[in-house]
């Protein structure tokens, strides 16, 4: 099975940047969507943004669009997430979590079947 492994995460202040790493290893991502989830201290994970394998195809949580961005390099087996005007209420574990079976860049947590360890993002005020 594919193992997942995220880096990039760190302590930023306000209006900044980070770009968060996700890392297949064992073997390829699917070839049908990864996805990034977050999850805040005593919040529910939620969905941040999704692609497809091709990267033709991409959805967005309706809070990071415009700042947020989700692309891969399959040569590389590695997808990312390019994250601009950070806020304090971005603070959280982001997860990578990789689905079989369709191609849809689903919104939903139980969509997918392989999820990574998180990386923390911190941003302060």
């Known amino acids: 099975q594919v193992q997942l492994v995220e880096s990039g995460g760190g302590l930023v202040q306000a209006g900044g940047s980070l770009r968060l790493s996700c890392a297949a290893s064992?073997?390829?991502?699917?070839?049908?969507?990864t996805a990034w989830f977050r999850q805040a201290p005593g919040k529910e994970r939620e969905f941040v943004a999704a692609?497809?394998?091709?990267?033709?195809?991409?959805n967005y949580a309706d809070s990071v669009k415009g700042r947020f961005t989700i692309s891969r390099d399959n040569a590389k087996n590695t997808v990312y997430l390019q994250m601009n005007s950070l806020k304090p209420e971005d603070t959280a574990v982001y997860y990578c979590?990789?689905?079989?079976?369709?191609?849809?860049?689903?919104?939903?947590?139980?969509?997918?079947?392989?999820w990574g360890q998180g990386t923390q993002v911190t941003v302060s005020s």
């Open positions: 979590a990789d689905r079989v079976g369709s191609y849809y860049p689903s919104s939903t947590s139980y969509a997918y079947m392989y």
């Open positions: 692609i497809t394998w091709s990267g033709s195809n991409t």
């Open positions: 064992g073997r390829t991502f699917s070839r049908f969507a």
